[in-house]
């Protein structure tokens, strides 16, 4: 059986990393040309339940802890005075709860657990179509074509593969705009206090001013505001975005003064909630592909999570693929709902009016009720 997955993303080479586990070849399509060609983003946190237990399935767990940042899990909320209204400071060393690992580290690991003609670099698919004796064809851009057997897209938010399967019509959800302040520490040690080593959040009234740690000495700065706020293109521009965040305590605006890079705005977009499909021989979707939310800390770890369980469905009925395909959407539909749920709520509220509170509220652990009396 030819597998071929159209995606070099963490999902994609996960799935890659674990059929290798099992005996079982896959050709990974990767629109990039190499690995280094663009930068991967900033930093994850993986969660004990879904990434890290698909780097452990997919024999990697060392190699992860090896570069991780547990201290990286470090949380700091403030308001738009530099006020603190949340600080979570993780037990020094500690693996057991969600440590940072760069994005670009986590792929470099996954790509270097494969063998070396695992991806194809250079192959963004541009269409798909079924074959007379089953199996797809697939053409890239460049006129270059393959088949295969079955076909696994994990290929993003916008994947050519989704569309053998369901018609999606995408929403916006935010605008993000990211800077980035190389060499942080000596360059601009106040703000490299002011972030510390995780990740910091300045909360006002329908925006936030993010900033992260990477492993490199570097701050990724984000601000999100709400999609439908302004058009994208008034964001390019430093002096605007300071304006957007007048009054603001300057200690927190020079996070957007700092950024060594000019900002680079984006729309943030999310799949119907509920977004499902009937089973069909020979494809499924993993990752964004299938369903696409809100950047809230999910994203991955699902992605590489799907990853996981789609393998494992695979490795233990090879005779019947198709099965192992229905078996694994099923579980994944359901396993997704309420996520989903959660991080279209998390999303909005992080954008209101009250996000400062909100926030507050749901990061604060709930008091235990008292026992009723006897």
């Known amino acids: 059986m030819r597998i071929a997955i159209a995606g070099g993303g963490l999902g994609g080479l996960t799935l890659a990393r674990i059929l290798h586990q099992h005996g079982i070849d896959a050709v990974v399509y990767e629109r990039e040309a190499s690995r280094s060609e663009r930068p991967q983003g900033g930093s994850l946190d993986l969660h004990p339940e879904s990434g890290q237990r698909a780097l452990a399935e997919a024999g990697l767990a060392g190699r992860f802890r090896s570069k991780a940042r547990p201290e990286g899990e470090e949380h700091r909320i403030v308001d738009p005075s530099g006020r603190s209204l949340l600080h979570h400071e993780p037990q020094p060393g500690s693996f057991s709860g969600r440590p940072e690992i760069d994005r670009r580290a986590l792929r470099d690991l996954l790509l270097d657990s494969l063998p070396g003609d695992t991806v194809v670099w250079r192959h963004r698919l541009a269409a798909a179509s079924p074959r007379s004796g089953g199996g797809w064809e697939l053409t890239f851009h460049g ?24 018609d999606v019509q995408l929403s916006y959800v935010a605008t993000l705009v990211e800077l980035n302040i190389e060499d942080v520490d000596r360059r601009h040690p106040h703000l490299a206090e002011l972030v510390g080593p995780g990740n910091l959040w300045c909360v006002g009234v329908n925006q936030i001013l993010a900033a992260q740690r990477l492993s490199d ?24 975005l300071l304006d957007m965040f007048g009054g603001w305590d300057p200690r927190l605006t020079a996070l957007i003064e700092a950024g060594d890079s000019a900002p680079v705005p984006r729309l943030i977009a999310a799949m119907p909630l509920g977004t499902r499909w009937s089973s069909r021989q020979g494809v499924t979707l993993i990752g964004d592909a299938a369903h696409l ?30 099965a192992a395909i229905q078996e694994y959407e099923e579980a994944m539909f359901a396993r997704i709902h309420p996520i989903a749920e959660m991080s279209a709520r998390v999303q909005a509220m992080m954008l209101s009016p009250t996000a400062a509170e909100d926030i507050v509220r749901f990061f604060t652990p709930r008091a235990a009720e008292p026992a009723p009396a006897e």
């Open 217 to 240: 000495g570097s701050l990724r700065v984000g601000i999100s505001l709400r999609a439908a706020d302004r058009p994208i293109d008034t964001y390019r521009g430093r002096r605007a």
């Open 143 to 166: 006129g270059r074509r393959t088949d295969c057997d079955l076909l696994i897209g994990a290929d993003g938010a916008r994947s050519i593969v989704r569309s053998l399967l369901a």
């Open 293 to 322: 939310m809100p950047p809230v800390g999910e994203g991955a770890n699902q992605a590489m999570l799907d990853a996981a369980e789609l393998a494992g469905r695979l490795a233990a009925n090879p005779a019947d693929p198709d």
